[in-house]
Nanobody
Framework: QVQLVESGGGLVQPGGSLRLSCAASGSNFSIYNIHWYRQAPGKQRDLVAAIMRGGSTNYADSVKGRFSIARDYAKNTVYLQMNSLKPEDTAVYYC?????????????WGQGTQVTVSS
């Protein structure tokens, strides 16, 4: 079992920056692939960034070059650094930990943190 707690959201002006944190507790966090998703009002939840167990990363086209995902194994925390924020980045951001072992799927979500980009 893994518990995820996101933090770092808030209100920021266009062009500003925020760093989101996803702190994990519970079983071995290092075995999970970690994803950041976001969901704007009335829209589906979309994948923003991911960091795999081995450290490789990938990003949605809409955030490439502006967002960066990183993992601190010692702190059991994953960060999402968001720069050059745009109004269209406004959403609730969710952290997800995922792994599959054989037929078992392990899929955990945090409660989300609100990011609002507005002048």
């Amino acid at each position: 079992q893994v518990q995820l707690v996101e933090s770092g959201g808030g209100l920021v002006q266009p062009g500003g920056s925020l760093r989101l944190s996803c702190a994990a507790s519970g079983s071995n966090f290092s075995i999970y692939n970690i994803h950041w998703y976001r969901q704007a009002p009335g829209k589906q939840r979309d994948l923003v960034a991911a960091i795999m167990r081995g450290g490789s990363t990938n990003y949605a086209d809409s955030v490439k070059g502006r967002f960066s995902i990183a993992r601190d194994y010692a702190k059991n925390t994953v960060y999402l650094q968001m720069n050059s924020l745009k109004p269209e980045d406004t959403a609730v951001y969710y952290c997800n930990a995922y792994n599959s072992i054989g037929f078992a799927i392990y899929d955990y979500w945090g409660q989300g943190t609100q990011v609002t980009v507005s002048s």
